[in-house]
Every structure is written in structure tokens, then in C-alpha cells.
């Protein structure tokens, strides 16, 4: 039953931020760029697992990766620039985020 509630519960967060876009674009990037999937998730961890400890390595986690993440938008600043396109600008995100999971497992692993 709490499986369910969360996905109903996320969904509707994730809809409505999506709906939102069509209709004020910039609250939704505000809102989106808000910790919201944190915020939720740490709750949800906590909540079915009781382990403090192992919910502060996973927000210590989350926040390692936060600055690694953002490589995905580099490329659409640099569009202009270079005349990716969104797709190519999406693609050369995408495989910054692919270096970057590599980067965080490895810290997170030699030094958690």
C-alpha cells in the first residue's frame, strides 16, 4: 500500500510541474529545479526503512552528485556557440552524465 501511495504521490508532483510548463514555463523550471524528488525520496527512505544512518549517506550522496548533474546543461549553453541543436546538446549532456556516475561511484566508493 505505501508502494502505491508513493508512485500516485510522485506522479501527481511530476504531472502537475509538467503541466505547469505549458502554461508558466519559468515557475515551472523554479519548481523543477527545486530538491523536490530529495525531498520526497529521504522521507520515503526513512519511512520504509528506519535507518537513519543509511538515509544520511544516501542525502550525502545526493548531494555529491548534485554538481555532477548539472554537466547535463552544459552543452545547451554552449549551443549557441556551436550550433549543437537540442539533440546534439541532449546527447552531449547525456554522456556528461554518463562520465559523471563514474566519477560519483568512484568517490563515493573510496571515500564513503
Given at each position: 500500500m505505501f508502494f502505491a501511495f508513493k508512485i500516485a504521490f510522485t506522479a501527481c508532483v511530476v504531472a502537475f510541474v509538467s503541466w505547469l510548463s505549458?502554461?508558466?514555463?519559468?515557475?515551472?523550471?523554479?519548481?523543477?529545479?527545486?530538491?523536490?524528488?530529495?525531498?520526497?525520496?529521504?522521507?520515503?527512505?526513512?519511512?520504509?526503512?528506519?535507518?537513519?544512518?543509511?538515509?544520511?549517506?544516501?542525502a550525502k550522496s545526493i548531494l555529491l552528485a548534485m554538481p555532477v548533474t548539472l554537466s547535463f546543461y552544459i552543452p545547451f549553453f554552449l549551443e549557441p556557440k556551436f550550433g549543437y541543436g537540442f539533440w546534439g546538446s541532449y546527447v552531449f549532456g547525456i554522456s556528461l552524465l554518463t562520465a559523471g556516475f563514474f566519477l560519483h561511484r568512484y568517490v563515493t566508493t573510496t571515500y564513503f
Open positions: 505549458g502554461k508558466k514555463p519559468e515557475l515551472a523550471g523554479f519548481i523543477t529545479a527545486l530538491p523536490l524528488v530529495t525531498l520526497i525520496a529521504l522521507v520515503y527512505s526513512q519511512a520504509e526503512w528506519e535507518d537513519s544512518q543509511n538515509t544520511i549517506k544516501y
